[in-house]
């Protein structure tokens, strides 16, 4: 009998070390676990300025656009206090200048431009312009690219044939777009005009979307600038310039733009 309660004992005590050893290595882990996680350093959210109205906001929340951030589609789509558009490809030109203190634009000037000419027909060639607007063209590429190797010009604007729209130089500087000009008895159009390149001809037909694009641009640009008036460079510059051309549709811009023919002091009919 006394064998029997001996082996009982011994089971109990082995039972009872066995489970203690159990519950210290449950102890044990669960030390590690909450050691891990307070050791676990949670990573700061990343904050952004929006490059439109200058509020700090999480980037998560944020709109990004070529490394830029926005705090809404509003401010994408609007002229900065710096003359920027949010939401067009910026690439600067170094082709411009300060307009006279205290001139504020009020002419958009209408432009078309193909490099090499009809270039965009066979491909795109959108990035000839933006290299030559820049003063990065390769000259060697071209025949044609040869023959303007000595011009700095620029625009502030560029629409490409598929709509694309890029900004070169701030609305409040000057482009180097509209060259000797004159509007309505007023010399030197670059002082107080803003350009606008669309991709193209007097060969082709505008397209489409293009027009959609200039539309669009034409709301942002008036939200600031309400005064603004519009011509073409044929306009400002007639015997020399002959663009935006016959292909370009006045009477569709204006209907899109939804601008008053007294903002269209040529008319809307094609020239």
């Not at 949670?42 to 951030?69: G, T």
């Not at 006279?100 to 209408?110: F, H, M, R, T, Y």
């Not at 000419?117 to 491909?123: K, Q, Y």
């Not at 008036?229 to 051309?245: E, L, M, N, V």
């Amino acid at each position: 009998m006394i064998k029997w309660l001996l082996l009982l004992a011994a089971v109990g005590v082995f039972y009872l070390w066995l489970k203690g050893k159990k519950q210290v290595k449950l102890n044990t882990d669960e030390a590690a676990k909450i050691k891990a996680e307070r050791s676990k350093v949670a990573e700061p959210e990343i904050i952004v300025q929006c490059r439109c109205c200058s509020v700090h906001l999480p980037k998560s929340e944020a709109i990004e656009y070529e490394d830029r951030f926005y705090c809404s589609k509003d401010h994408l789509n609007s002229l900065d206090a710096q003359g920027w558009l949010g939401s067009a490809a910026w690439r600067i030109s170094p082709n411009q200048d300060m307009r006279p203190e205290g001139l504020a634009p009020d002419l958009v000037v209408i432009h078309h431009i193909s490099l090499p000419p009809s270039g965009f027909v066979d491909r795109s060639s959108t990035q000839f312009i933006v290299d030559f607007f820049q003063n990065k063209l390769d000259y060697s590429l071209h025949p044609y690219f040869e023959e303007i190797a000595d011009q700095k010009v620029s625009s502030h604007f560029l629409i490409s044939r598929c709509g694309e729209v890029f900004q070169f130089v701030s609305t409040q500087n000057k482009a180097w777009h509209a060259g000797l000009s004159s509007f309505l008895g007023r010399e030197k159009c670059n002082d107080f005009s803003i350009g606008i390149e669309l991709e193209g001809d007097s060969d082709h037909p505008f397209e489409e979307i293009q027009y959609a694009a200039l539309a669009t641009l034409s709301t942002q640009i008036q939200a600031i600038y309400p005064n603004l008036q519009f011509a073409g460079h044929s306009d400002i510059a007639p015997g020399r310039k002959t663009d935006p051309g016959v292909q370009f549709d006045w009477k569709k811009f204006q209907a899109k733009s939804d601008i008053s023919a007294t903002k269209l002091p040529f008319g809307s009919e094609p020239r």
